[in-house]
């Protein structure tokens, strides 16, 4: 021990089990949370390679044929096919881009943006956006991602359908207690399965959102197709498909059979075909029946509902519409949100009638 040198001082290590945060999520933290290893990421990343190579030869090209051979009416065409290479760099580029991505993606799901406000614990995830409390358990989380930026929160099957909570709206952000955190909702899930047993989930819905006094509870399994959602998968897969297989048409019958820009563009459109399968993957799983256990209540201004590993509390001034299809109640919300109630989720008939009387209330 050097007795000149300062005593070093030990900083406390952060033992915190929870972060809180707090803010507004805006279009650059989706973006800066964005994946840039997924299939339109990497798709966009060669389209940019291969018009680069194809730009930078056609300019050499034509460099070398105006210093050795002059002008002629064959360079203009060259030179316009030059200049379209360079402009589709340039956008495949603007395209590659995490903003422009983001942008992008946020049309398609605005409600993306929003406040937001809550917790990431031990126990799972809460979040509540200004109209709408959610709560996430530990099965829905094992695939949210910690990064020095912040915590990507995936809210469904879609990879682009995430919450980006960032590091400026969490209180103290530490990476290492994120890492922590997410670790523990990892061995959580696998201590638990995919769900909840029915005393954990009883648990769940008690102290995230407690019943009040006069609110009726209820407990089923239902069934349902997703057309909602398997209608823009289609038309995006159909989408990708109709331009795979143009890119790959147009490079077998280009008329010169040893051009680079034929081969290229056969191997861009295989590409393209290989995330098309992915797509179609998607729209198949969504159009089959999903069944799911989910239990809850209901009062006179709000319903709790809790469908596996994710909860969620709505006001019912916010219900859009209640569609009564006999046996079943469909209950719209503002926040793009849809509940399926049944009638033998109820003890008796009279809680069954009085429940339709709190919908038609909240939407009236």
């Known amino acids: 021990m050097n007795p000149y040198e300062s005593p070093r001082r030990l900083l406390p290590a952060d033992d915190r089990e929870s972060l809180s945060f707090s803010g507004t999520i805006e279009e650059a933290d989706y973006a800066s949370l964005l994946s840039r290893r997924d299939s339109e990421a990497i798709l966009y990343g060669i389209l940019f390679g291969l018009l680069m190579v194809m730009s930078i030869s056609f300019t050499g090209l034509l460099i070398y044929a105006l210093v050795n051979r002059g002008w ?6 060259a030179i316009l096919l030059d200049v379209v290479l360079s402009l ?8 590659f881009r995490p903003l422009h991505r983001a942008r992008r ?8 943006i929003s406040k937001a406000k809550g917790r990431l614990s031990q126990q799972g995830f809460e979040f509540y956006d200004g109209s709408t409390h959610y709560w996430f358990g530990p099965q829905q989380l094992v695939h949210s991602s910690v990064t020095k930026t912040g915590v990507r929160i995936p809210v469904a099957a879609d990879p682009y359908r995430f919450l980006a909570i960032t590091a400026r709206m969490i209180d103290s952000y530490s990476v290492d207690v994120a890492m922590r955190i997410k670790q523990h909702w990892i061995d959580q899930a696998k201590v638990n399965g995919k769900d909840f047993d029915e005393e954990t989930s009883s648990s769940v819905v008690e102290t995230i959102f407690p019943m009040p006094v006069n609110a009726i509870s ?3 399994s239902i069934s349902q197709h997703q057309p909602a959602i398997a209608k823009g998968l289609r038309n995006s897969a159909i989408v990708e498909l109709v331009a795979a ?4 048409g147009f490079g077998y019958f280009h008329s010169d059979s040893h051009t ?3 081969y290229g563009l056969i191997a861009y459109g295989l590409l393209c075909l290989a995330s098309t399968v992915r797509a179609w993957s998607r729209y198949l799983s969504c159009t089959s029946m999903v069944s799911w256990d989910q239990q809850g209540w209901i009062g006179e201004h709000e319903l709790a509902l809790l469908a596996g590993s994710r909860s969620a509390k709505y006001s019912l001034t916010k219900l859009r519409e209640q569609i ?11 926040a793009a949100a849809t509940c399926l109630i049944a009638r033998d989720h109820f003890k008796s008939e009279d809680e069954w009638t009085r429940v339709r009387t709190f919908c038609s209330t909240g939407n009236s």
């Open 72 to 77: 002629s009416n064959l360079v203009l065409p």
């Open 88 to 95: 589709g760099a340039v956008f495949s580029w603007r395209f």
């Open 105 to 112: 993606k946020l049309k398609r799901n605005p409600d993306l």
């Open 218 to 220: 209820f407990r089923g």
């Open 245 to 248: 297989m143009a890119l790959v």
């Open 260 to 262: 680079f820009m034929r």
């Open 324 to 334: 009564d299809h006999g046996e079943v109640l469909e209950l719209q919300f503002d």
